[in-house]
């Protein structure tokens, strides 16, 4: 595990040696809590006369609902609410966002309980809330539904072509070129690029066209969607769930239910993992709906298998890639057509993918182009760079393929194109200081890219790109009598944010880190917070927590100014103390936080650090990775041999939380290269909900992961962080297909490259031999 | 739902005898929870036989070991002078689930829920185990590849449940091995599995031989050409090549989500071959 800190200023380096916190590998403040089993997750609040919420599940791919009778469910003992389609109201079309991909109200009211059809296996359309599970059970088995089964697409391809069964009738494309006369599946059509590709093209010397399809993958968070909800006669209203965004469920479940917003608070539970997938609601708005109906808190948890057929995978895809070169090694061209699934309900990560298919090269004339495909599949949610990985999966494989035609390292030849600071994106912007060249080179230089590899071994390389946001945060720092310290955010804890949130207030106060106690407020403890998405919280809820922290020192040193009774301009803040310049007049020469806290009664009354943004200036992460595999070529089984990810953090506040992240992204694109698939029978019914035969990888599975972090600050923070929780799963796809290429000489345009078709592809290779 | 926890054979009996098709009998529970807590069964009777102290012991019978149905994996691991003498039967008990898993799944379940791909059992086939069976008319013996019967089904009658297991006294030059093929390193079910147990004589030629394979058809296979291909050779290459044949030509799989017929009767072959050269190593265990 490395640190390499590149083009770090003068200024910055005499500041470095000074940090008591930043940089450091401090203990996290929830570890304990974790460890001991103590930390109350989505499922472990208890209320008394709390109710057990269970939903009823389509178990067609795709039917209209021709009725609803839950008049016997009803009369069963036990049984206190029912909800259906009549308790919820139809919404008009409006596009929000939900993390970095956008949500459409009248799909979400939809999404929650099916309306006119159920749009595939699992669609939510009843729910039960009875005294004890089992009741709640047998009440589910009394409701009587009656479909009309409808023919059912799940392949992006098939659900394209004009004879395909249309899953919303009314769908035109959007963005079409002429404008879409008839409904199809295809929701959405984005383009992006500049320059002439035709032109490039014209000069390329080698041109490499290849065609991919991957699979939808599931995000695999450890912890079920949960939520326990209570609502009182008079419309006030309290959920507590598992959410990346507690803000964003209150808007969405306000607006779902027809309630005012302040009246309904959310408090975010510790969380179990989400990656992108619990930036939106399932169970909320239903647990809130039922508990409206009985008068009592109800709680719903889902079962892995709901989460499986219910939740939001990424989109799998079929692209079409091209990318033209001179012999010298210059990216002449680049083209991208990508398919994306979007589920039953338009809105996949398509645009996003578009735009990072090819953000690492430089390029004169570049076009991505992109297709929102609606299939019989549960809805898509984000998953960690949602869109990223799918689309540089094509364009870094062909890449790699290019090199090799050309017979130039692929570190060389993606040197010869990466994209710097001032190189205009193929998206638009212009890229700041952006850290790519500096992840090559550092790859280049690397132990593992300089060691030889064993006979019938292989190695890849690939690179990744994700934007990061910012946005909206509100952070209070609420001093105590004691000289000790509230913080409080509201973007929930993912990824160890509030050991990072309190080192920076820590570092800003100078004060020890265990004086700074971070904590999740809930919506009515702080303004409006944006979700923890985007790898935004280090970066945005960071750099809010640092202007918190300034304005509680300019407090303390007013306090102290007037203790002393100088101008306010004569007080300087140093390793938490207020101190004169030149040490003149007052009877004290020092004054510590703890003072000032003490008589914070006497001064002017409670000191409370509050800053407010809509954070700008978020800086993109750049990552190449390394991997080396070994390929048993009787079964066809792919083994991860060894593992390097290199990543511009743009300041690593926790290194351990950095090297984490950059871990679990490789592994979960391990996953998703090598085994991660969903398996459906004729009928469009999952037939692997479960992790036995849904197969993320097992520790076993992955060997260590080597990180390097790379830093490049970002100027638009403090500390000069860049988000970097996303970018690491962008990567590893190319990575391991590129690894197996160079070992087996085989190219799979296909993922996962799991055993069996590995094996049908040696075969199908040596016996055209 | 009633639980009972007898503490003798014979009270097992009669509490299972008693409630017919109605119970079922719990040794680790790490495939009977998972099928109750998943609403595929609802016995009205558990009979834990964990409490009975023959079904968790592993003793020697005139040279021959005896192990309790209810055994862990963790146990089996543990007891050296078992696993010198069926390293094959130990290594697949101890491929089942993970460290938490082998504290509680034993032999008598993995045979019991009867799943074609059940790590233990060709294992146990290819070592040639007899089953101990205790029921309402006493005791009887049965080979382990007489129990089950089709996916989730086997031979015992109401009442009647497995004590424990027989093994026969190894031959100075016999050697056994256990392979399974699983996507991924742990927590999988086997696409396929494969057994042997071979005994050569002084003159290194092979006098008997057991290739079992799982998980290619409804229950585990004793193929009967692939022992023939090599019994009588000096299990060379090209007897190992007829071997391989034999068992390929014996699968009848499915296609399923765990694998396709094509792909796991390949498999099923590629395992044979890299069991048996195991199998053979261990021939020279002793010397
Ligand atoms: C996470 C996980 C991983 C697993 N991995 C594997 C694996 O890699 N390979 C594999 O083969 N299996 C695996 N399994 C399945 C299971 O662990 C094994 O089959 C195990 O050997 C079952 O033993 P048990 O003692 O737990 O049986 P139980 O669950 O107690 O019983 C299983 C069945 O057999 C019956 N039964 C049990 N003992 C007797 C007896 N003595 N006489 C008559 N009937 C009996 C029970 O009534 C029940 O129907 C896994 C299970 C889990 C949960």
Redesign the pocket.
């Known amino acids: 595990m490395a640190i390499v800190t590149k083009r770090v200023s003068d200024e910055r380096e005499a500041e470095e040696q000074n940090f008591n916190w930043v940089g450091t590998r401090a203990v996290r403040p929830d570890g304990v809590d974790k460890v001991t089993g103590r930390a109350k997750f989505g499922a472990d609040l208890h209320l008394p006369n709390m109710l057990v919420g269970k939903m009823l599940r389509s178990p067609h791919a795709h039917a209209r609902i021709l009725s609803i009778d839950i008049s016997s469910a009803e009369k069963l003992p036990g049984v206190k609410a029912i909800v259906t389609r009549e308790d919820f109201s139809d919404l008009a079309s409006e596009f929000v966002p939900a993390g970095e991909m956008m949500v459409n109200y009248r799909d979400i009211t939809r999404n929650v309980m099916a309306r006119e059809k159920v749009l595939y296996e699992g669609h939510a359309l009843a729910a039960v809330a009875a005294v004890n599970a089992i009741v709640a059970r047998e009440a589910l088995a009394l409701i009587q539904v009656d479909y009309e089964v409808l023919p059912h697409v799940l392949d992006v391809v098939e659900a394209m072509k004009p004879e395909a069964v249309l899953i919303q009738e009314d769908l035109l494309t959007d963005g079409a070129d002429p404008p879409a006369d008839k409904p199809s599946n295809i929701a959405k059509r984005v383009e992006f690029g500049h320059g002439d590709i035709e032109t490039g093209f014209a000069k390329a010397d080698v041109i490499v066209e290849r065609e991919f399809n991957t699979r939808p993958v599931h995000q695999g968070y450890i912890e079920p969607h949960a939520c326990v909800a209570s609502v009182s006669e008079d419309g006030q209203a309290e959920l507590w769930c598992s959410t990346q965004g507690h803000y964003v469920v209150r808007g969405h479940c306000a607006r779902i239910l027809g309630m005012d917003v302040a009246k309904l608070r959310v408090t975010a539970s510790e969380i179990g993992g989400g990656f992108g997938g619990k930036t939106v609601v399932y169970l909320e708005p239903v647990a809130l709906a039922l508990s409206r109906k009985a008068c009592q808190p109800v709680k719903m948890v889902m079962t892995r298998e709901e989460v499986f057929k219910a939740s939001g995978p990424a989109s799998g895809a079929n692209m079409r890639v091209k990318i033209g070169a001179t012999r010298d090694g210059r990216i002449t061209a680049g083209e991208a057509i990508l398919h994306y699934q979007a589920g039953a309900f338009q809105g996949s990560p398509v645009p996003p993918g578009a735009q990072c298919a090819f953000a690492p090269y430089d390029l004169e004339h570049v076009r991505a182009v992109g297709f929102d495909v609606l299939v019989n599949r549960p809805k898509v949610a984000a998953y960690r760079a949602p869109g990223a990985p799918i689309s540089e999966y094509a364009v870094e494989s062909v890449v790699d393929e290019v090199a090799k035609k050309l017979n130039i390292d692929p570190i060389e030849f993606r040197l010869k194109n990466a994209s710097r600071e001032g190189t205009k994106a193929s998206h638009g912007p212009k890229f700041g200081p952006i850290g790519l060249v500096e992840t090559l080179e550092a790859a280049q230089a690397h132990d593992h890219y300089q060691s030889p590899l064993q006979p019938g071994q292989g190695r890849g390389v690939a690179s990744g790109y994700w934007f990061n946001i910012g946005g909206q945060s509100s952070v209070t720092l609420n001093t105590s009598e004691d000289g000790t310290v509230a913080l409080v955010v509201g973007t929930p804890d993912i990824g160890g944010s509030r050991a990072s949130l309190g080192m920076m207030v820590a570092e800003e106060l100078g004060v020890e880190l265990d004086k700074v106690r971070p904590m999740i407020g809930d919506t009515s403890s702080l303004g409006y917070n944006f979700l923890t998405g985007g790898s935004r919280t280090t970066f945005a809820t960071g750099k809010v927590a640092v202007d918190a922290a300034r304005d509680l020192v300019s407090q303390l040193r007013e306090r102290a100014a007037k203790i002393w009774d100088v101008p306010v301009g004569d007080i300087l803040w140093h390793n938490g103390e207020a101190l004169q310049k030149n040490g003149r007049g007052g009877p004290t020469e020092t004054l510590s936080f703890r003072d000032l806290a003490e008589s914070m009664g006497k001064t002017g009354g409670p000191l409370v650090g509050q800053a407010s943004e809509n954070v700008q200036g978020a800086a993109p992460s750049f990552g190449t990775h390394v991997v080396d595999v070994d390929v048993d070529r009787e079964t066809g089984r792919v083994e991860i041999l060894r593992y390097t990810v290199v990543q511009d953090a743009g300041k690593a506040i926790h290194p351990s939380y950095v090297e984490g992240q950059y871990q679990g992204g490789a592994v979960q694109g391990i996953g998703w290269a090598l085994n991660e698939e969903y398996i459906y029978d004729s009928e469009g019914r999952l037939e692997n909900a479960g992790f036995l035969d849904y197969r993320m990888p097992v520790c076993s599975d992955v060997p260590m992961i080597d990180t390097v972090i790379v830093e490049v600050p970002n100027p638009a923070h403090p500390y000069g962080v860049k988000g970097v929780g996303e970018t690491p799963i962008v990567p590893p796809l190319a990575a391991i297909s590129n690894a197996v290429a160079n070992a087996l000489g085989i190219r799979f345009s296909e993922l996962p490259m799991s055993p069996p078709r590995v094996l049908a592809a040696i075969a199908a290779a040596s016996s055209s031999k | 739902m009633q639980y009972e926890a007898p503490t003798t054979v014979d009270q097992a009996v009669a509490l299972l005898k008693n409630s017919g098709n109605a119970s079922?009998?719990?040794?680790?529970?790490?495939?009977?929870?998972?099928q109750l807590r998943s609403g595929m069964i609802e016995p009205e009777l558990i009979v834990d036989?964990k409490k009975i102290p023959e079904?968790r012991s592993i003793l020697k019978e005139d040279g021959k070991f005896r192990v309790g149905?209810?055994v862990t994996g963790a146990e089996l691991g543990e007891h050296g002078d078992l696993k010198a003498a069926w390293p094959g039967v130990v290594e697949a008990a101890e491929?089942?689930?993970?460290t938490q898993?082998q504290g509680?799944?034993?032999?008598?379940?993995?045979l019991?829920?009867a799943?074609p791909?059940?790590?233990?059992v060709p294992a146990l086939v290819a070592a040639g185990a007899i089953c101990m069976i205790a029921g309402p008319n006493g005791r009887r013996e049965l080979p382990v590849g007489a129990i089950c019967t089709g996916p989730g089904q086997t031979s015992?009658s109401p009442g009647e449940?497995?004590?424990s297991f027989l093994f026969p006294i190894p031959k100075p030059r016999s050697g056994d091995a256990y392979l399974r093929f699983i996507p991924r390193t742990?927590?999988?079910?086997?696409v396929v599995g494969v057994g042997i147990h071979i005994t050569l004589d002084a003159e290194n030629v092979c006098v008997d031989a057991r290739v079992a394979v799982g998980a290619v058809a409804p229950t585990v296979l004793l193929v009967e050409e692939s022992a023939a291909a090599l019994v009588g050779t000096m299990v060379d290459d090209a007897s190992i090549d007829k071997m391989i044949a034999a068992v390929r030509d014996s699968c009848d799989p499915i296609d399923d989500k765990r694998g396709t017929v094509v792909y796991r009767t390949q498999v099923a072959g590629v395992l044979a071959g890299r069991v048996c050269r195991i199998a053979l190593q261990r021939t020279r265990r002793h010397e």
């Open positions: 079922k009998v719990l040794a680790g529970g790490t495939d009977l929870l998972v036989i079904v149905a209810v491929l089942i689930g993970s898993i509680r799944a034993s032999l008598g379940g993995n019991c829920n799943s791909a059940a790590d233990a015992l449940f497995v004590v742990e927590m999988d079910i086997a």
